[in-house]
């Protein structure tokens, strides 16, 4: 039962270069997100997915593009990395159905840009 | 606006005495409280969750969180802390009606329990 999965879990990357993180869950969740974890504020969601084909805006999703083709898949593409993109990713599922459901996150994903 | 407070960076209690890590948080309508746990390296691990009824509630590992909506709190509780409970604690809110579910969390406070 591999839950949410991150690839990579180490990145360096120079400023202006792209690369997408990915990530994939295997619990049949239609809501994904992608939160970044910076020291002192806690985790703020860049964007999210409520299923296959939806795709919106979090708190702070300048640089960053989403898309979501499958239920399974949310990656999570920087165009041209700048240095205050360097973080600590972390991606979340959950099921949709009403109530409070828990997200599920997967072990993260950290990129440095230099 | 959805809004979390942990007041304290970091917490430090012996081991086996009782531990308390504090948060505070802002939000319309009646708030869906979670805290979670973050160990070194690791992704966030979901601890106790608050919807409705009672407001002490149980979670994983002997952990308990008390709902005060009068004091708009929901801080985190442990009778007798153990060395293997040190790690970084997230406190989130989000409110039922926003169809985004976005979590908005705390900033973290970590636990240290010395043996």
């Known amino acids: 039962n591999a839950g949410v999965t991150q690839t990579p879990k180490f990145q360096v990357l120079k400023t202006g270069q792209s690369m997408t993180l990915q990530c994939a869950q295997d619990?049949?969740?239609?809501?994904m997100s992608w939160y970044r974890q910076d020291p002192g504020m806690g985790l703020r969601l860049i964007h999210y997915s409520v299923g296959a084909g939806i795709t919106d805006q979090g708190e702070v999703p300048n640089g960053y593009n989403v898309s979501r083709s499958t239920t399974e898949d949310f990656p999570l593409r920087l165009l041209s990395a700048a240095p205050s993109q360097t973080s600590v990713y972390f991606c979340?599922?959950?099921?949709?159905?009403?109530?409070?459901?828990?997200?599920?996150f997967g072990a993260g994903s950290r990129l440095t840009v230099l | 606006a959805q809004s979390v407070a942990q007041p304290e960076d970091q917490v430090n209690v012996a081991e086996g005495n009782p531990l308390t890590v504090k948060c505070t948080y802002s939000?319309?309508?009646?708030?869906?409280l979670f805290w979670y746990v973050q160990y070194p390296n690791r992704g966030l691990q979901f601890l106790l969750k608050y919807i409705t009824g009672d407001n002490l509630v149980k979670g994983s590992y002997g952990f308990e969180a008390e709902f005060n909506k009068s004091q708009t709190s929901f801080h985190l509780k442990k009778p007798s802390a153990l060395v293997s409970d040190s790690a970084l604690y997230f406190c989130a809110v989000r409110s039922p009606d926003t169809g985004r579910r976005a979590l908005t969390f705390g900033s973290g406070t970590r636990l240290q329990v010395q043996p």
């Open positions: 979340a599922s959950s099921r949709t159905d009403p109530g409070a459901n828990v997200l599920t």
């Open positions: 939000v319309s309508g009646n708030p869906y």
């Open positions: 619990m049949n969740h239609e809501y």
